[in-house]
């Protein structure tokens, strides 16, 4: 049984900088495509970041692209997002996900998810 875990969070002043990390446990890591989503009471869950299986593709949304970076290491089992300049907006609870596959933006695509990491940033 796949389960995610993520841990980075915390609050943090406008313009700062945090970094998430996701350790995936019970599968081969090397072989899932992985996400970062996030949500805030109320909202829907939104794609924030995705990186393919090997690490050689990735995408972003539109809000959060040149400020934040997606990575994976396989040895590690773990993924990251390095938050910078971070806004009031990216106020969430980040949550990471994992799905066989391509890169796909649509939160229903994703089969595994973790508990979530809350992010506040204050202006």
């Known amino acids: 049984q796949v389960q995610l875990v993520e841990s980075g969070g915390g609050l943090v002043q406008a313009g700062g900088s945090l970094r998430l990390s996701c350790v995936l446990s019970?599968?081969?890591?090397?072989?899932?495509?992985m996400g970062w989503f996030r949500q805030n009471p109320g909202e829907e869950r939104e794609f924030v970041a995705a990186?393919?299986?090997?690490?050689?593709?990735?995408a972003y949304a539109d809000s959060v692209k040149g400020r934040f970076t997606i990575s994976k290491d396989n040895a590690k089992n773990t993924m990251y997002l390095q938050l910078n300049s971070l806004k009031p907006e990216d106020t969430a609870v980040y949550y990471c996900?994992?799905?066989?596959?391509?890169?796909?933006?649509?939160?229903?695509?994703?089969?595994?998810w973790g508990q979530g990491t809350q992010v506040t940033v204050s202006s």
């Open positions: 996900a994992a799905r066989f596959g391509q890169i796909v933006r649509a939160t229903a695509s994703y089969e595994y």
């Open positions: 019970g599968r081969t890591f090397r072989t899932y495509t």
């Open positions: 990186i393919s299986w090997n690490g050689g593709m990735t």
